[in-house]
Nanobody, 126 residues
């Protein structure tokens, strides 16, 4: 599975961005997908995840209510809609694919994601 993240950029506080993650590989649509972020001086952290069937989603407390994850398996693409952005959302955002197939629950642990994209930078100015 190969992943390509895009959609990052510079936005003012309160603005919106939509990140996309294009996946290749015949099993990509059968895996849960997640978004993580790595801010300067901090460890990489979980942001959001979605099951392979879109039946469940999970969010970090810091983005709950502002970010929405979705996927289009026909296009092998996962999205992260980010609204009401704050300067503390500034980070490199990575998409990742679950190491397991058909997982029915969502795991926020980075160790459960075996495939990672290259990251896309989101900068939120105050």
């Amino acid at each position: 599975v190969q992943l390509q993240a895009s959609g990052g950029g510079l936005v003012q506080a309160g603005g919106s961005l939509r990140l996309s993650c294009a996946a290749s590989g015949r099993t990509s649509s059968n895996r849960a997908m997640g978004w993580f972020r790595h801010a300067p001086g901090k460890e990489r952290e979980f942001v959001s995840s979605i099951t392979y069937s879109s039946s469940s989603t999970r969010y970090a407390d810091s983005v709950q209510g502002r970010f929405t994850i979705s996927r289009d398996n026909a296009k092998n693409t996962v999205y992260l809609q980010m609204n009401s952005l704050k300067p503390e959302d500034t980070a490199v955002y990575y998409c990742a694919a679950d190491r397991s197939l058909y997982r029915g629950y969502l795991d926020a642990r980075q160790s459960e994601y075996a495939y990672w994209g290259q990251g896309t930078l989101v900068t939120v100015s105050s």
